[in-house]
C-alpha cells in the first residue's frame, strides 16, 4: 500500500515537473519572439523615413525655415529635400512597367509635391519612436509651407500595439505561473 502511495506521489511529482518544464519553455519562447519583434520594430525605425510633403504654394524661405527646424533637432538624422521634379523621375522609374500609360500625363508633376525627408537619430530609445514621430509629425504640421506629414503612423502604431500586447500578455502568463 505505501508502495503504491509513494508511486503515485512519484508520477504526480514527475507530471508537476513535465507541466512546469513546458510552461517554461512556452514563456521563453514568448518571450524570444517578443523581443524579435522588438528588434523588426528598432530595425524599421531606424530605416524609416518621414515624408513632410510641402504645399504648392510653400517658398523658399517657409522650405528652408522647415529644414532648419529639421537639421537643429537633436531627435532628427539625415534630412533631404526631394524636388517635385526628382520625385516624379523617381515615381516614373517605379512605375513605368506597371502603369505606362500614367507616365503620359504631361500634368502629373502638378499633383506630385516637393517634400523633405528624414529619419530618426540613433539617439532616440526603440520604445520612444512612435510617440517621437507623431510629436514631430504635430509639430511640423502647424509650420507654414507644410501640406502633411507621412510616417506610416497606422502601421507603426498597430505593430507597437502588437509587441505590447504580447509583451504584456507573456508578463501576465509568467504572473499567473
Known sequence: MNRQISAKKNSLRFATVIVLTASFAV?????????????????WGQQLQVNVYLSQQATPEQTTQIQNFLKTSDRIDHVEYI????????????????????????????????????????KVATQDQASTMKSLAEQLKTQAGVDDVSYWQDWVKAYSSLVIGIRSAVGL????I
Do not use: C, E
Request: charged share 15%; glycine share 0%; no cysteine.
Open 27 to 43: 514563456l521563453q519562447m514568448l518571450s524570444l519572439f517578443a523581443m524579435n519583434l522588438q528588434n523588426v520594430l528598432t530595425m
Open 173 to 176: 502568463l509568467i504572473l499567473a
Open 83 to 122: 524636388s517635385s521634379q526628382k520625385a516624379l523621375s523617381t515615381f516614373k522609374d517605379q512605375m513605368a512597367s506597371y502603369a505606362p500609360d500614367l507616365l503620359k500625363d504631361n500634368d502629373l508633376l502638378k499633383v506630385i509635391p516637393s517634400s523633405l525627408q528624414f529619419s530618426l537619430s540613433d
